[in-house]
């Protein structure tokens, strides 16, 4: 099935960051406040557009958690983009709301979708464990352990996580929806000023599963647990009541990957496919 904008239409890539504090998270709803809502209201005011627009985004991030690498892309009309394409950044800047800012702004290139010609996208969780607490200046991004946690030993539990997995234990199971993907990197990273940062990189990833992988990863760090735990659970497909969600403050959505221009529409239609994993000892 064709993913080309309609005749008369432009595909326009965004990209842009927020703050999720004061967000019900990605997805428009009717009574909250969402990042979604507040950019298809700036986009369609400052086109003076009759009729709404409506925004594919990369991932969809959940309540409170923040970004600074989303991708999404919106199809506008043509004469409209001509008029106000070097424009248009400028505008959103006056009229959008201090927690949502569009950094980039330019026509997509063909078969470009926000969300199906993405190869990955990569997170960070930030963990502060200073007996103290949080820098004040951090404690919107950074979540707080009250008890140290060991990088290696988180390191060791990240590395048997990688591959391809049904990640069941580790998401929100969705009707009709896939809870297999492929993890390509997690890694712990103890910055200078003390905070423990982890990088999560994946194909994609189903609702709540890096808050539920750090959650495991951060018993396995603070000596609750083994370092083949996180595994063990992966292992046995559903959630363990071990396993904490950690809380969204500490998450951001860093960066969105996307192939060369010449292979956008290949992947558009292969992350279409609702994937399964091989049957062991078959062929």
Not at 81 to 105: H, I, Q, S, T
Not at 138 to 143: C, E, I, K, P, S
Request: net charge positive.
């Amino acid at each position: 099935m064709s993913d080309d904008p309609a005749p008369g239409y432009v595909r326009v890539r965004l990209d842009l960051a927020y703050d999720g504090a004061d967000f019900s998270g990605w997805a428009k709803q009717r009574t909250r406040r969402t990042v979604q809502g507040e950019l298809e209201s700036a986009i369609a005011t400052v086109l003076r557009l009759s009729e709404p627009v409506e925004l594919t985004v990369a991932g969809r991030t959940d309540a409170g958690v923040h970004a600074r690498g989303q991708v999404a892309h919106v199809d506008l009309p043509s004469a409209v983009w001509a008029d106000e394409r070097d424009k248009l950044r400028r505008r959103l800047a006056g009229r959008l709301p201090w927690d949502v800012r569009v950094f980039g702004v330019r026509e997509a290139p063909a078969g470009f979708n926000a969300r199906f010609s993405a190869v990955w996208r990569r997170y960070a969780y930030r963990v502060g464990d200073h007996p103290g607490g949080v820098d004040p200046l951090l404690r919107g991004h950074v979540l707080w352990h009250d008890r140290p946690v060991d990088v290696d030993a988180m390191n060791e539990a990240a590395a048997l996580l990688l591959g391809e997995h049904d990640f069941a234990a580790y998401c929100k199971k969705r009707e009709g929806a896939t809870t297999i993907r492929t993890l390509l990197d997690v890694r712990w990273e103890r910055r200078d000023d003390g905070v423990a940062v982890a990088t999560v990189r994946a194909d994609a990833f189903c609702h709540n599963m890096v808050r539920a992988l750090v959650g495991a990863m951060i018993l396995v760090g603070d000596g609750h647990r083994p370092v083949r735990f996180p595994a063990e659970v992966l292992a046995g497909r559903v959630r363990h009541s071990a396993v904490n969600v950690v809380r969204p403050h500490g998450l951001t959505l860093e960066e969105v990957g996307y192939p060369a221009d010449t292979l956008l529409a290949a992947r558009n239609r292969e992350s279409r496919n609702l994937r399964t994993l091989p049957v062991p000892g078959c062929a």
